[in-house]
DNA sequence: GGGTCAACCAAGCAAGCGCTAGTGTAAATT
DNA sequence: AATTTACACTAGCGCTTGCTTGGTTGACCC
């Protein structure tokens, strides 16, 4: 009923539909428990969003455009070399995972929940995100610090650090910080 | 209504159910359209299944079952270093991705949609499979194949193979072979 | 040849779903 | 002072959902 802004009332509110939709799924997160969670009536909800489908869109949005900004400003402060910017990549996709989780658990349980055309647009984003990634791949196998086909190292160090969402408890006694170390380490052949 | 019994009709229906919740995902898969696919009305399909919960669980304890059975064959069959046991899981795993795909794309996307029972009664299924491969892992580490926290190398590893569902297409060119090979030479730092 | 039983069907219920229509109201803009 | 805008409300429509009910069919068994 209204205009797709970038209102801060709306960021808060896709924040909270966020947690509803990795607590119970997006198809079982109904519009009335949303409106619930943030205080208003169902009804008023579609004053904010199209329809449930764009909250979704925005959720997703919202965290790969964030993942996607720290990743380039990690890159930009880090050493030159390729073992750095691996680190600092690897790094930099994990702290993504602690303050942007409940928004990066939807983009990967409920990618498939989106219709196509949003499908369409957020897939640039993370193809843009995943270009990263292979650049600082591409450059670790020139240096000759890993060695391998370029596309399944790439696929290989991606599943890894996505499955992490899975498993990584951010109140453990491993920082995001020991966990890139460790898996440069795992796929450089280096003593951590 | 009935007994769970493991008929193979039930078999069947269970498999037909699986490609429909890869399809559509479980929430939006609807009993009639199961009914549908099975060529039956939706009413009889609870002859068969207590409840639309219960298809679930049966799609997500074939596909683990089946590779619980296959891990441990390909673990008696091969030969007995560290490589070969590593190699061999990674093949073993890659090659039920082929056969039973629908499966266990169901029990990672799904999971979640489990009612806690069958959940807990799933996770025993899981975890005995996860312990074979932590079991190699170590193998592999006293070996001094690799190296590094056993717990990390091991999620790290898991990641990158389950990571495969999304995006192994066993018509390209790549066999589950060559992945296993590709693999582990990653992780062993040693050439393909 | 009566009894059993798995397998199926037609019909429909109660609940819940996404979303719409129409209205109220306080603040901002003109 | 008049108008617009932003945000919220109430009420409910039209539809789909998982599941139940009560009954039929045909193959097999002693």
Redesign the pocket.
């Known amino acids: 009923?209204?205009?797709m802004?970038d209102?801060p009332?709306?960021k808060e509110l896709t924040r909270q539909a966020a947690q509803l939709f990795v607590q119970a799924g997006f198809?079982?997160?109904?519009?009335?428990?949303l409106?619930q969670e943030?205080?208003?009536?169902?009804?008023?909800?579609?004053?904010?969003f199209?329809?449930?489908?764009e909250i979704l869109t925005a959720v997703i949005e919202e965290g790969t455009q964030n993942a996607l900004i720290i990743a380039k400003a990690a890159l930009e402060q880090c050493d030159n070399s390729a073992e750095a910017r691996l680190q600092a990549m690897a790094r930099a996709h994990l702290e993504t995972l602690l303050t942007d989780r409940n928004a990066h658990v939807v983009a990967l349980y409920e990618w498939r929940r989106l219709d196509p055309e949003a499908r369409d647009h957020l897939s640039h984003l993370r193809d843009a995100y995943e270009a990263l990634w292979e650049t600082v791949i591409d450059e670790a196998l020139a240096a000759g610090l890993i060695h391998g086909d370029r596309f399944l190292v790439a696929r290989f160090v991606m599943g890894a650090l996505n499955w992490t969402v899975r498993w990584y408890d951010p109140a453990g006694p491993r920082s995001p910080d020991d966990l890139a170390l460790e898996l440069v380490a795992m796929i450089t052949h280096r003593p951590v």
Chains 1, 2 share one sequence.
């Open positions: 009923m209204n205009v802004n209102s009332r709306r198809d079982r997160t109904t519009v009335r428990m409106a943030m205080g208003i009536k169902s009804g008023s909800l579609f004053h904010h199209r329809d449930k489908q």
